[in-house]
């Protein structure tokens, strides 16, 4: 696909405000979907099952069959839509959204239109510079998932040119919550920056609340961005795109980025930008043109009859909103406190995602810095090399066993990698791969004399060295022990024992 | 005995049953060697299920035989209108777009039935997705009326009324959007029930127009109505629109009939001279009867009545619109590709074109009309208005009154083609039964006798408020009680025998 000309983005900030608007699609992983009592994909038990076998007359649009609202869902939209600080309608409505696609069974989607569940409210985002933005939020609303569609034959993957296509349904009614923001002002260079945190703290927050597995990669939390720019001076707001498909923290970054330069380039020539939909294609790092969009597209949005209004009661959202869990930003700042982390050191943990993780392996016992050190290096150094995530790899607890046997002098950093790939290739526990690869190290002094005084031997001149009160000798004679050891010792204690024995 | 079988309401022929006088394979054997005979002609039934109908009615005789605890219909043969879906039998809802589909699943009510021990004899004729007042838009062709086969007998639940007014089947389920249950009762000299809205599951019936659909009983006599409301009513879990407070049970009020001291109001708007004469004197002959019998008679105005009809044609549209988007070939039903192959978009459009008839996708164009930006206030919003006033009509009405009555329908059954070529005049059909579905309060249709001009079935009609469906059996049955006591029997006695009408028979599933 041919790249658009692009504008250096400093330029285009020089010449352009850029405006965003975000929508954050989260799937919901209550056990059983929005309508009916299918299985939910979006609930990790259900991950991964095969096409057409989490279904129900229900997500089929069968002839006859009926929606039933998931109390969970609405439980846990309304407890987003607190945590976003929004206002809790009394009262919500369903919708039905007219339009034929194959993936949508129905042929309409049960979304909420004009009376979302949550509305007005606005969540602080901090950026990895430090600088924190309060985003607008202007409504979040639930509706249901479409199916998957694969387009089998043609180059692209796409429907056009498609040979056929094959509709998974186990997707369609999975729950979902959009949030969408207001347009989002005095962002500047920062902008690509901000929607990219904004979606960090959305994930951060449906996580902390466990209402989603948002994983990004799953699909669970998807979002849609909105750039417009308008010259400087000019106070209407220019013809927006939407990239859609935007489905890493790392894309919608580079997605707005791209945008802000494409756009400017455009308008800078003179030209004008087409309200459309474009797709983000993570590969080229580029979007390109989808279906005209229009305001006037006609859903034929009416309510839903065969459902009744949403009508949470006054105790059930305040039993909620106590339920809360603190929010991401004040959470933050604790725990930045808490472990007695530099700037520097926190946004590092912050900016890999890697904060729930580290909570918990401090939790169950390591000391902030080393569940620091061992989250941000080996680990992320393991899942980045086999593009995984870290969380993926290795759990809190076991990372924490493992800081603990190295704190203990069991291991030796060394010794804990080699124990750590064991973990990881699914040998177990950490104590178990030490026990089971005799990976410990030798505290027996003993042993350790006897090593070394035969490398004290049979290196006399080094011997005389370290005699002379050339101490810094002794590595040749510490490097030899610990080889004769297989690296299964602690290399302080080798050094003063050599020492010691140099003078015995 | 096979015809006295058939002859026997369901009330009765489940006391037979009980007695073990007879049993249920020869009861539903009677009633399928009855479709046998006389259905080629009135083509109530769009399939029949034949021997497995003998197999299930063997197993209720079983269950009966070793002593199972068994309810009044146990046993008893029922025939259930095609917009049901039914496991295992196909189920069109009268349209080709549907043929040969054949449900994974029972419709609520279909299931109460089996659990009932009924016994399903097949799917019953209807207007296409239940739009039209004769069954002529069955794709299917048209059902004829009992009482004169050259006539239509109502719809789109006429498969229904004709089946049990031509007794094929004791009684029927069938479905009320507009007046589909009771103006094909009011036509056929049957009885039909709409009950409150929420009353009965609509899960599995294939909807029309999801705030107006309700499922209810087609019988013979009120009793019989009563106890298959019994049967159907109640909360049901996968309905979310389902009441869930119980019932009052409705044959005890049939038991307890008694109209002394009732309040009934007539209602002015629908008392005209647009009703056919006849149809107006036997519904006056009944209120006098009513009230020489204690109860009083109220006149009473529902002024916004004469915009239902105007209000019902474009929610109803509206809704059916996107109600019948689901059908476009990719999961189930009939598929079209064009020559040549084509897009999912021109396979969706050509399986709708072919697979639609032209009254269904005449409302289907209404309805997205009225749904469209820019039309939505002016059309659909100002219809849920009228529904509104139509509603406060209702409770100012009942407020003074504890029944309200009209006759059913304008006229009696009219002739194949009369009304097919003025949609509007065919739609008037429905005028006095439309306005209980807007408000969605029950009614119930009874015969009052023959019009004195045409010799066909007169039906009168009562509502009652939301969730008062036993008011509508104590009135029912009080006047059912005295009509036959007047006409030394039911009115169907009167009908023609349509012995004589076994001249194409049709074969068993192949409808």
């Not at chain 1, 006037?296 to 065969?306: G, I, N, S, T």
């Not at chain 1, 890999?352 to 909570?359: F, M, P, Q, T, Y």
């Not at chain 2, 389920?173 to 009771?182: A, H, P, Q, V």
């Not at chain 2, 209980?436 to 039906?459: F, H, K, M, Q, T």
């Amino acid at each position: 696909m041919a790249r658009a000309e692009l504008m250096d983005f400093d330029k285009a900030l020089e010449l352009f405000e850029p405006v965003i608007g975000l929508e954050v699609h989260v799937e919901l992983n209550t056990t059983t979907k929005m309508f009916s009592s299918a299985p939910n994909p979006a609930n990790s038990q259900f991950h991964g099952a095969e096409p057409n076998t989490l279904i129900t007359p229900v997500c089929l649009g069968l002839p006859g069959s009926l929606p039933v609202v998931n109390g969970d869902a609405v439980k846990y939209s309304i407890s987003l839509g607190l945590a976003l600080g929004c206002e809790i309608a009394p009262s919500s409505r369903f919708a039905r959204k007219n339009y034929f696609y194959p993936d949508l069974a129905k042929n309409y989607q049960i979304s909420q239109y004009d009376e979302p569940i949550a509305f007005d409210g606005e969540v602080e985002v901090e950026l990895e510079n430090g600088r924190v933005f309060t985003v607008p939020i202007e409504r979040a609303h639930m509706e249901e998932d479409a199916g998957k569609l694969t387009h089998v034959g043609g180059s692209t993957g796409r429907i056009q040119g498609a040979e056929y296509s094959l509709v998974d349904y186990n997707r369609a009614g999975v729950p979902l919550v959009e949030i969408v923001t207001r347009p989002i002002f005095g962002g500047e260079a920062d902008t690509p920056a901000l929607a990219k945190a904004y979606v960090a703290t959305i994930r951060d927050i449906v996580l902390s609340l466990g209402i989603s597995e948002a994983r990004m990669e799953r699909g669970n939390l998807r979002c849609d961005a909105n750039v417009s720019l308008r010259p400087r001076g000019q106070e209407k707001l220019g013809t927006r795109t939407e990239t859609k498909n935007v489905n890493s923290m790392r894309s919608v970054e580079r997605a707005v980025r791209y945008e802000i330069q494409r756009q400017a380039a455009i308008l800078a020539g003179g030209g004008t930008i087409t309200q459309e939909t474009r797709h983000w294609h993570e590969d080229t790092g580029a979007t390109s043109a989808g279906r005209p969009k229009s305001d006037a597209d006609d859903y034929r949005y009416f309510p839903e009859p065969d459902l009744l209004p949403v009508v949470p009661s006054k105790e059930l959202v305040d039993e909620l909103r106590a339920a809360l869990p603190e929010p991401p930003a004040v959470r933050r700042r604790r725990l930045k406190s808490d472990w007695g982390f530099t700037d520097l050191e926190f946004q590092d943990v912050a900016n890999s995602g890697l904060l729930i993780e580290l909570e918990a392996t401090v939790k169950a016992g390591a000391t902030p810095a080393a569940a620091r050190k061992w989250w941000t290096g080996e680990i992320a150094r393991l899942a980045n090399a086999s593009d995984v995530d870290a969380s993926d790899l290795v759990s809190p607890e076991h990372v924490a066993e493992l800081a603990q046997l190295v704190d203990s002098g069991t291991l030796t950093d060394r010794l804990a990698r080699q124990v750590l790939e064991g973990v990881i290739a699914g040998e177990g526990s950490p104590q178990q791969v030490v026990d089971a690869r005799g990976l410990a190290v030798v505290s027996d002094d003993g042993a350790l004399i006897a090593a070394i005084d035969e490398a004290l031997a049979s290196q006399p001149d080094v011997l005389a060295k370290i005699r002379d009160g050339k101490v810094q000798a002794a590595g040749a004679v510490i490097g030899a022990v610990m080889k004769a050891m297989q690296g299964k010792a602690d290399a302080a204690r080798v050094r003063e024992l050599v020492l010691e024995r140099a003078q015995a | 005995m096979s015809d006295e079988l058939i002859r026997l309401s369901a009330a009765a022929l489940g006391a037979k049953l009980a007695a073990g006088e007879v049993s249920s394979v020869e009861a539903t054997r009677a009633h399928l060697d009855r479709i046998a005979a006389v259905d080629g002609a009135v083509h109530a039934f769009l399939h029949v299920e034949g021997e497995r109908a003998i197999e299930t009615a063997a197993e209720i005789d079983r269950q009966r035989a070793a002593g199972a605890p068994l309810g009044p219909l146990a046993g008893v043969p029922i025939a259930i209108k095609d917009v049901l879906v039914t496991k295992g039998m196909p189920s069109t809802s009268g349209s080709r777009i549907l043929e040969g589909w054949i449900p994974p699943y029972d419709a609520t009510p279909v299931t109460k039935v089996r659990e009932a021990g009924m016994i399903p004899l097949g799917k019953t004729n209807m207007d296409e997705f239940a739009m039209g007042s004769s069954t002529e838009h069955s794709a299917y062709g048209p059902t004829h009326n009992p009482w004169d086969l050259d006539r239509i007998p109502g719809g789109s639940g006429g498969g229904s009324a004709a089946s049990v007014a031509a007794f094929e089947a004791p009684l029927a389920l069938g479905s009320d959007t507009g007046g589909s249950i009771r103006q094909p009762a009011h036509v056929t000299g049957t009885v039909g029930v709409k009950p409150t809205y929420g009353a009965v599951s609509r899960y599995g019936s294939i909807a029309l127009a999801s705030s107006l659909d309700q499922i209810g009983p087609v019988t013979r006599n009120v009793l019989d109505a009563a106890l298959l409301h019994d049967v159907i009513a109640g909360h049901d879990p996968l309905d979310s629109t389902s009441i869930p407070e119980a019932w009052p049970s409705m044959a005890e009020a049939v038991r307890r009939a008694d109209v002394s001291g009732l309040r009934i109001g007539v209602i002015k708007e629908l008392d005209s001279d647009g009703f056919q004469a006849g149809v107006r004197q036997r519904f006056h002959e009944s209120l006098e009867l009513l009230e020489k019998n204690g109860a009083e008679i109220v006149e009473i105005s529902a002024p916004h009545f004469e915009y239902a009809i105007a209000a019902y044609y474009l929610i109803l549209p509206a809704e059916a619109s996107s109600n019948l988007a689901k059908f476009d070939s990719v999961r189930f039903g009939l598929r079209v590709t064009p020559e040549g192959g084509g897009t999912v978009e021109q396979v969706m459009s050509a399986t709708r074109e072919a697979g639609f008839g032209p009254e269904v996708k005449r409302r289907i164009i209404l309805g997205t009309y009225a749904l469209s930006a820019g039309y939505y206030d002016a059309y659909y919003g100002s219809a849920q208005k009228v529904r509104t006033l139509v509603q406060r009509d209702f409770d100012a009405a009942f407020a003074n009154v504890d029944v309200l009555a009209s006759p059913t329908a304008p006229t009696t059954a009219f002739k194949f083609g009369e009304k097919l070529a003025d949609p509007v005049s065919m739609y008037l059909n429905d005028i006095a039964t439309i306005p209980a579905n807007l408000a969605g309060v029950p009614g119930i249709s009874l015969p009052s006798g023959l019009a004195p001009e045409d010799g066909l079935p007169v039906g009168i009609q009562f509502l009652a408020p939301a969730r008062e469906d036993a008011r509508l059996y104590n009135v029912g049955a009080a006047l059912e009680q005295l009509l036959e006591a007047q006409w030394g029997g039911p009115l169907l006695a009167q009908a023609p025998d349509l012995s004589t009408h076994e001249l194409t028979a049709t074969e068993e599933g192949a409808l």
